[in-house]
């Protein structure tokens, strides 16, 4: 199995900039994909962006492009999500999720069989 934990989040002021962790443990090397999905209070949980573990492949949702960067350093097994520019809007708890399955749904749920705990991140005009 593997083991994701976040970390990184906090509260910041429209404008602000953060970047989020996700540290993996395990079997690591299953994992073709690694991102990012968010949850806002009393809405669903959407993508945000992943990138596929040879680094040839990267999506973000369309609110979050030019202002959210997704990287991975394999070698310490981590997944970030630089977050410039944040609005409130971007208030939400932060999901890491990884997937074993090299499939093209890379922005559906389906594809990711493991999940982090989460990691609050509050955005204040």
């Known amino acids: 199995q593997v083991r994701l934990v976040e970390s990184g989040g906090g509260s910041v002021q429209a404008g602000e900039s953060l970047r989020l962790s996700c540290a993996a443990s395990?079997?690591?090397?299953?994992?073709?994909?690694m991102g990012w999905f968010r949850q806002a209070p009393g809405k669903e949980r959407e993508f945000v962006g992943t990138m596929h573990r040879s680094g040839a492949v990267t999506d973000y949702i369309d609110s979050v492009k030019g202002r959210f960067t997704v990287s991975r350093d394999n070698a310490k097994n981590t997944v970030y999500l630089q977050m410039n520019s944040l609005k409130p809007e971007d208030t939400a708890v932060y999901y890491c999720?990884?997937?074993?399955?090299?499939?093209?749904?890379?922005?559906?749920?389906?594809?990711?069989?493991?999940w982090g705990q989460g990691t609050q991140v509050t955005v204040s005009s």
């Open positions: 999720a990884a997937s074993d399955y090299n499939s093209a749904k890379i922005f559906s749920q389906g594809t990711y069989n493991y």
């Open positions: 395990g079997r690591t090397d299953s994992s073709v994909y």
